[in-house]
């Protein structure tokens, strides 16, 4: 699997020659600020909740790329309103199958409303299983004894995890939540975005290593191949 990072909770993951987009957030994302959204390639598009900063090019990159969108069915239904044609509304605890993989939607413990105020349903995060690896994706979130079931679903090989505190987990609590779903290998994101959420990247470091378990805090706008 391919992982491309572009700041805050947005990324993409390339598998089976899918491109799947989380999260977009580009506009109005400092951490993004030269990339241009008419080069954003996707073929489907999953949105853990409602908020700003995560739903902010939503529209725009699902018109340009014609992606499907998987959403909580809140959003999914927002998103029709606002001219997209193309989603798949699940919602907590459901699962579907698509081309690159399944899909299973698991709880996050946040809000969510869309930026219009449109209620955004529950947020959720995401357990996605592939033939070439599984993981997840918390989206916004506390620690959650939930996360305990993940490892029923699927032997996950990396999380992506916010560490960015204030409005999610800080790290230390990623590392609990890393230990709960049972992987070895944490990607953090939601961090150093804006002034709330800054962190001290030594300090996450060393408390994810004296646990035994990696830390990825991938470079801005890098992409790399992550199993
Ligand atoms: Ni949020
Ligand atoms: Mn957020």
């Not at 902010?56 to 990159?61: K, N, P, Q, Y």
């Not at 909580?72 to 989603?87: K, R, S």
């Given at each position: 699997?391919?992982?491309?990072?572009y700041?805050?909770?947005?990324?993409?993951?390339?598998?089976?020659g899918k491109k799947l987009l989380f999260d977009p957030f580009f506009t109005g994302n400092p951490l993004a600020k030269d990339i241009d959204i008419q080069t954003i390639e996707a073929d489907y598009i999953l949105v853990s909740h409602g908020h700003g900063d995560h739903v902010?090019?939503?529209?725009?990159?699902?018109?340009?790329t014609g992606a499907l969108i998987i959403a909580?069915?809140?959003?999914?239904?927002?998103?029709?309103?606002?001219?997209?044609?193309?989603?798949h509304p699940l919602n907590l605890g459901g699962a579907k199958q698509f081309d690159f993989g399944k899909v299973k939607m698991a709880p996050a413990l946040h809000s969510s409303v869309l930026p219009d105020g449109t209620y955004g349903g529950n947020p959720a995060g995401f357990v996605i299983t592939t033939e070439e690896g599984n993981f997840y994706y918390a989206g916004d979130t506390a620690l959650s004894m939930e996360m305990q079931l993940i490892p029923k679903y699927a032997a996950i090989d990396f999380a992506i995890l916010p560490i960015g505190d204030n409005f999610t987990m800080g790290y230390e609590d990623a590392c609990t939540a890393a230990a709960m779903v049972a992987t070895k290998k944490v990607i953090g994101v939601h961090y150093d975005t804006f002034g709330y959420i800054e962190i001290d990247h030594n300090k996450a470091m060393d408390h994810f290593a004296a646990n035994n378990i990696a830390l990825i805090l991938p470079p801005l706008h890098s992409n790399f191949t992550i199993h």
């Open positions: 699997m391919q992982f491309t990072y700041g805050h909770a947005t990324f993409c993951i390339e598998t089976a902010a090019d939503l529209v725009a990159i699902a018109k340009n909580m069915h809140e959003i999914t239904q927002w998103a029709l309103q606002q001219g997209c044609t193309n989603v």
